[in-house]
């Protein structure tokens, strides 16, 4: 429904949007409708899902890849990123 999932809320296995209730899994793929009635032809659409991008943590941060997953590059050699956690301070 084009709701920005900026505020929703974190939840176990999924991502939950506050203003329609519906929950998301990592993947995109909707988990929960519970705005939604049993018979709405919403609930049985397979298409219907969030864009999800694939996300790694290294050195403290957290990288995400926007492109297409057929291109998504290494993640960049800095040395930063292999250092232990005691010996890097992100701010």
């Known amino acids: 429904r084009l709701a920005d999932l900026f505020f929703g809320r974190n939840e176990e296995g999924g991502l939950r949007c ?6 998301f899994s990592v993947a995109g793929e909707i988990l929960d409708m519970p705005s939604e009635p049993q018979g709405s032809p919403m609930r049985c659409n397979p298409n219907l899902r969030a864009k999800a991008y694939p996300v790694r943590e290294a050195g403290g941060i957290i990288w995400a890849y926007l492109g297409p997953q057929e291109s998504m590059p290494a993640l960049p050699d800095m040395e930063f990123m292999s250092l232990p956690p005691q010996n890097v301070h992100v701010s």
Request: proline share 0%; charged share 15%; net charge positive.
């Open 18 to 23: 506050v203003y329609h209730g519906w929950k």
